[in-house]
């Protein structure tokens, strides 16, 4: 032990002695004697969730400390297991269960000073078992925007009787699920189609909750837009050359997560972060189909590429996810785009759309001339001589029917027949 001189001797016994003195006053005081154990109850608040709350004796003397109260709780199953500790100066706290079987708990009364806990009464404990859930590995996935999948198993304890329906919270309501995909009789997945196509309010593309109900029982599961949404083809892909180098550039994709679904959109979920999606960019040489390069998780919506051959042809496509780590799927791939010896874009819409279209207007115009012609321009008639010549005998002499037909249709003296023919007697 250190030894002490002159006024150092008496300032550490004053400051032993204060302390000693205050710690002796506390505990002597009834303060310490009257943090009794709280007395805990348990009740279901709303939908999955429970609410702990406790009621403690009123202490008399606290003296300059603030009634406060020390919590913790922990589910116990293995594939979720998490915990919460913390002080609180509210008789109650909210948990929501989250298809969480079992949750154990305590809570002590407590004397605070300035946040932190100067004396604890004895913990009480608590234990909370959840209705059975029969269902697992809930997945859903959102596509095209307003699209939302979803599916589930169910456990091999399940009785043959249990079904679920799922309805998704919107708008502060539930909507139902009317396209069920059924398995052994049993709902084991839902297709929602534009279920977010009228709605405009960003603050529920915070969250996407879908409840489940039974007869059993009723609870919910929450997802995040970023982590279950299948991103639409990065949008308006634009080729241009400068200084012997193919520049690349595009705008992001449509998202959910996104307020105004028009060009020059801002994100709402990460907006501290400014950008919110990585791109993944492949270029494939036309020909052999090999891939010539590949970029994976680029922040920029713009890149160079100064090494393209002059006299090969390209193919390029680009995909995005969000960037946030919670991001479990790569969006879809653009159409692809080609990118010949001229560094210009040649969208796969111009030879299937375009080709085809003037073959057909070539066609229609080929057509409508010809049968025009045909239709309008009169059919000559045969002449006279070309009747009766047709009308003659053998013996060169005109049929009597002929003869009739022609005075019908044209007033020919006989003498005039009998003179040609004559003359060809002659000869």
């Known amino acids: 032990m250190m030894a002490c001189k002159g006024k150092e001797c008496v300032w550490i016994v004053l400051l032993a002695f204060v302390r000693v003195c205050h710690q002796v006053c506390v ?11 709280p007395n805990v109850t348990i009740s279901n608040y709303g939908f999955d969730a429970v609410n702990i709350s406790w ?3 009123e202490i008399a003397e606290k003296g300059h400390f603030n009634v406060c109260y020390y919590y913790s709780h922990e589910f116990t199953d293995k594939e979720m297991k998490t915990n919460k500790r913390t002080t609180l100066t509210t008789n109650y706290q909210t948990v929501k269960l989250r298809m969480r079987p079992r949750l154990v708990g305590l809570v002590s009364n407590a004397l605070c000073e300035y946040g932190d806990i100067r004396f604890q009464s004895k913990p009480a ?5 959840a209705p059975p859930v029969y269902i697992n590995n809930v997945s859903c996935v959102l596509f095209n925007i307003t699209n939302l999948n979803c599916s589930w198993n169910f456990r091999k304890d399940a009785p043959n009787d249990t079904n679920y329906s799922i309805a998704l919270r919107l708008n502060f309501k539930w909507l ?6 059924k398995r052994s009789k049993k709902n084991v997945g839902c297709y929602m189609q534009d279920v977010f196509s009228n709605y405009k309010d960003a603050t529920i593309l915070n969250r996407i909750r879908i409840g489940f109900f039974s007869d059993v029982h009723n609870f919910s599961k929450t997802f995040r ?3 279950v949404e299948i991103l639409t083809p990065p949008r308006n892909i634009l080729v241009s050359s400068e200084n012997e180098s193919t520049i690349i550039k595009w705008l992001p994709p449509a998202s959910i997560t996104i307020i105004d679904l028009q060009d020059g959109m801002t994100s709402t979920s990460d907006s501290e972060e400014g950008d919110n999606f990585v791109y993944e960019i492949r270029v494939t040489e036309d020909k052999s189909n090999q891939i010539f390069r590949q970029i994976n998780d680029t922040e920029k919506e713009e890149q160079i590429f100064p090494d393209l051959a002059k006299d090969k042809k390209y193919c390029l496509q680009i995909r995005a996810r969000h960037r946030s780590k919670f991001s479990k799927f790569w969006g879809e ?22 080709a085809p279209a003037l073959l057909a207007a070539l066609a229609f115009y080929l057509c ?5 012609i045909l239709l309008v321009t009169p059919i000559p008639h045969p002449s006279q001589n070309m009747k009766n010549w047709l009308h003659m005998d053998g013996s060169n002499n005109l049929r009597p029917q002929a003869i009739i037909t022609a005075q019908h249709e044209q007033s020919v003296l006989l003498s ?3 003179i040609v023919t004559t003359t060809d007697k002659k000869h």
């Open 368 to 372: 409508k001339r010809y049968i025009k």
């Open 333 to 354: 791939w653009t159409k692809p785009v080609f990118i010949n010896k001229d560094n210009k874009i040649f969208p796969e819409w111009i030879l299937i759309g375009i």
């Open 225 to 227: 837009p970023e982590a």
């Open 55 to 57: 009621k403690v004796e």
């Open 125 to 129: 404990e608590f234990v909370y078992i």
């Open 176 to 181: 139902a699920c009317t396209n069920y995909i």
């Open 27 to 37: 505990t002597d005081c009834p303060v310490n004697f009257v943090l009794k154990q």
């Open 416 to 418: 005039e027949i009998e």
